[in-house]
């Protein structure tokens, strides 16, 4: 019996080490270009991992809490994510979370997102199909894996197209220039309003099954194939 007490607590020191280290997932979405789509990717990535009755939380570390204000919308009806408040440099994630997906504010400052990078397993960078995003994002992208020296390697980092009008020209000239940024191009999300339709409750699309939600949820696939392939390798 005593064996039993004394053991205890050096189980349970093993088992939340095993949890954090095994089996959390860390997902950052990181773009210090205003409006490129982290805080819609962020929660419907959340929406995602909760559809699958996973233990997923979110972290808003941006000050406008744009994925705060989407939680706290979000109906009893609809499969829960956590949400964790950042009290301080550390983030005190509950050893039962499966996902963390980190949402990152504009113009984030350098030491915070190098403590963000340190901790995550995964970067994803948003990109709006524009000359001025791309030309951002390749500016941002060089400082990441030159001047802060973070390895592709090391690192899961992808980026995601965001808000694509596949049809127009300006579209099919940008996706070339957005596949010499020297990172994969996981997959392209168009643009749709059934992401503000859904945000206005709280919701991604992978809460509902309608068509919009279906044809949405098509243009997620590749990422969260890519998710799941470096999660087994991850592991
Ligand atoms: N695929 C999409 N289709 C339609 N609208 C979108 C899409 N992605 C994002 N938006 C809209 O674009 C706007 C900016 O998106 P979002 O807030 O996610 O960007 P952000 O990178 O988080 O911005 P910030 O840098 O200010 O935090 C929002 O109004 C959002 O609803
Ligand atoms: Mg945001």
């Not at 064996?3 to 050096?10: A, E, G, L, W």
């Not at 939680?71 to 950042?86: A, E, G, H, Q």
């Not at 039962?96 to 960078?125: G, N, Q, R």
């Not at 994002?137 to 090391?154: D, G, P, V, W």
């Amino acid at each position: 019996m005593l064996y039993y007490f004394t053991k205890m607590p050096i189980l349970i020191l093993l088992t939340q080490l095993f949890y954090r280290l095994v089996i959390m997932q860390k997902i950052v979405l990181l773009n210090p270009k205003g409006g490129c789509g982290k805080s819609t990717l962020s929660t419907n990535l959340a929406g995602y991992y909760a559809n699958l009755d996973e233990p997923v939380a979110l972290v808003d570390i941006d000050p406008l809490h744009s994925s705060l204000n989407w939680l706290r919308k979000r109906t009893f009806d609809l499969k829960p994510i956590k949400l964790i408040k950042v009290k301080s440099e550390h983030l005190r994630i509950p050893d039962e979370i499966k996902h963390v997906i980190i949402d990152t504010p504009a113009s984030i400052d350098h030491e915070l997102m190098m403590s963000i990078i340190d901790d995550c397993d995964t970067i994803i960078i948003p990109v709006l199909p524009s000359p001025i995003d791309i030309q951002a994002a390749s500016f941002f992208i060089y400082e990441l894996l030159l001047k802060f020296q973070i390895s592709s390697r090391k690192k899961n980092i992808c980026l995601v197209a965001n808000r694509a009008k596949l049809r127009s020209t300006a579209y099919k000239e940008l996706s070339k220039s957005i596949a010499t940024l020297k990172l994969p191009l996981i997959t392209t999300v168009r643009e749709s309003s059934n992401y503000l339709k859904c945000a206005s409750k709280g919701a991604s699309v992978f809460d509902y099954s309608t068509k919009t939600s279906t044809q949405n949820i098509e243009d997620w696939k590749p990422l969260i194939n890519w998710l799941n392939s470096n999660e087994k390798e991850d592991h």
